[in-house]
């Protein structure tokens, strides 16, 4: 059967499939190339290792901020004086969270989240506790580690 009209022309037909092809190139490279040459972009690290003396005399019912990779951690001291690395960011839509002293509970402003001290979900739209590290002092440095990895940081 002949068709004897059409909206689209052959010319317009096969512009658009050359700029679609044009557009899908033209993205899967730049998207390698950004690849290239950020590799570590959005990727967290498995251990950072911090100045000792500057986290363990932080006062009681603290937290003081490191970069956990791009993003944030929270070095933390309880009111019993124990510390604790975590990740300072929220389980529900990865905001960043604060730590409320007066009420010792952790915040996040975006949707009115807490998590106790213990980084325990306990109100608002969190759907799971906070994150916490592994940290072991080495001489003067502070390891700070994801849980569970094995790490044999750089002599030095
Ligand atoms: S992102 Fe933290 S409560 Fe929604």
Same mark, same amino acid.
């Given at each position: ?57 932080? /006062? ?8 956990? &990779?791009? *993003? !944030?951690?929270?070095?933390? #001291?309880?009111? @019993? ?47 799971? /506790? ?8 080495? &001489?003067? *440095? !502070?390891?700070?580690?994801? #849980?569970?990895? @094995? ?6």
């Amino acid at each position: 059967m002949k068709i004897d009209y059409s909206c689209v022309t052959r010319r317009t037909f096969l512009n658009t499939l050359l700029g679609g092809w044009i557009l899908a190139f033209g993205s899967g490279t730049l998207y390698a190339l950004c690849k290239f040459a950020f590799p570590t972009l959005g990727k967290e690290p498995d251990f950072v290792i911090l100045k000792a003396s500057d986290y363990l005399e932080i /006062p009681v019912n603290s937290v003081k901020p490191f970069a956990w &990779g791009g *993003k !944030l951690g929270l070095f933390f #001291k309880n009111t @019993k004086g124990d510390t604790f690395a975590l990740k300072g960011v929220c389980t529900h839509m990865e905001c960043n969270i604060t730590y409320k002293p007066e009420a010792m509970k952790f915040y996040c402003a975006c949707h009115k989240g807490w998590f106790d001290e213990t980084g325990r979900n306990i109100e608002g739209p969190p759907p799971k /506790p906070l994150e916490f590290f592994d940290s072991a002092i080495e &001489g003067e *440095k !502070l390891v700070i580690s994801r #849980k569970g990895v @094995k790490i044999e940081p750089p002599k030095a």
